[in-house]
């Protein structure tokens, strides 16, 4: 279902009482004032925001259709798979509604089996963009809010009983043994599961439950994998008439005290953050030559991890993450200030949480679930990550639950400490701090203790200076990349002498689009803190980070 839609931008939200998803093209009643097939056309995948010079600032609904011919075959099942649609929509086929969702970076899908006809079909989408204050993320944001079916769309057809989703990694605390499980839809007519890797002459089979579900655990000797050794395994699972593919990983996560152990040994992480931003073309990225790109950059730093921030990025890029060696810490968009006490955000957040696990839990480049960026200090707050946090654990006991805090107490003018109630219910700690950019000068790190109230794993998240690719001045002359390696150097040696500093993740990889920046000539509605400019020309900063990062592998 990729290529060219034919769209309608709807700024008033006109379509729903016009009943645009019933692609109407004779009258009938009164005059129909929409035509699909006299309509413009926009890329799938792709946000409407770079597409169209007009729709650079949109936010608000654009209508979406596709017309397809489909033949039905016996015993099967057919659903409308999304990557992601930023960020409300609502699916109709053949004019009857399918369902919606609600958040911008997860996939989802609908059964259409029933309303698929044998011949002409027209899917027609309603996606809006428009900010919502009870919204995941809420109104506010330092990233472009790009609209539109930003990732693959899919007809997927499978056999009436399929396996709907699976886990199988290595069983928590060993690295002899694999666990996991494996759900069928549809159980009534439940095939025994039996689950394969060739390379290690595994085959085993199980008789699913009455709920067609099947629970495992069995010895395999498996090479782990790891950034230096990123092992997949083509691993078949087959049940009945159907069979499922994947590449997967084994390797263990865990906190030991203050230490993050990768398969049972100390691992520091080498990191960047990073938006799902298309180098060069701009707009939101999906392909897999977007994620080449951008890791490419991340492994010439000298990389072992990468910070997806702030929403869950396209799969492509994890898959790549999996392949390549990079660990990666992925991030629902619970950023700055949300509705907290609002029960339907709170599901909405669960919501975008479950997805974003269920997605990526096979994939072991994926070593934590982030629940919020840089979030208040206060009791609803709390509460509310609090409950991601049980959630989390629930829905995935084997990776690491973190968060990026910015609120820190001040112990003393050269002091801080790190004692958010939030790090409680954190197994890793994300630390975001600016001194030297948005408070203090780039030497006041020299002096500048840091502590945490707790004996966990710290990563700094976030530290960077602004400055365009080319600005050059003093190290003491702001947005100059001179001041922005000024910063990098005071920081990378304050940064070494953090307790239990386990890892970090400089802000940025690339500079990227935020409505937020607008000093002219310099930011241009870019955030500029990026270690290479959004055609990819490498700052000078890239060379000290790439550097700083050399020596720690020694
Ligand atoms: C924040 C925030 C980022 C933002 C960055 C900045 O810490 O997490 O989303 O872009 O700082 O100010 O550049």
Redesign the pocket.
Known sequence: MNGAWQVIVDPYGTGVRARFYENATSETGGPIEYNFERSETLNVPGDWNTQKERLFFYEGPVWYRRTFSYKPTEHTRTFVFFGAANYFARVYLNGMPLGEHEGGFTPFNFEATNTLVDGNNSLVVEVNNARRADGVPALNS??WNYGGLTRDVLLVEVPETFVRDYTIQLAKGSSTEVAGWVQLDRSSAAEPVTIEIAEIGLQKTFTPNSNGRVEFRFPAKVNLWSPQNPKLYDVVISSGADTVRDSIGFRSIEVKGTQILLNGKLIFLRGISLHEEAPNRGGRAYSVEDAQTLFGWAKELGCNFVRL??YPHNENEIRLADKIGLLVWSEIPVYWDIAWKNPGTLANAESQLTEMIARDHNRAAVIFWSLS??TPMDPERTLFLERLAEDARRLDPTRLITS?M?HVSDAGPDKRVLDDPLGESLDVLGL?E?LGWYGGRPEDADRRQWESKYAKPLIVS?F?AEAPYGKHGDASERWTEEYQVNVYNHQLAMIRKIPGFAGVSP??LMDFH?PRRLLPGVQDYY?R?GLVSNTGQHKQVFYVLQKFYREMKQ
Request: proline share 0%.
């Open positions: 330092d990233w921030t702030h960026n840089e990026a910015n975001n600016y976030e960077g802000w940025v935020s955030n803190k």
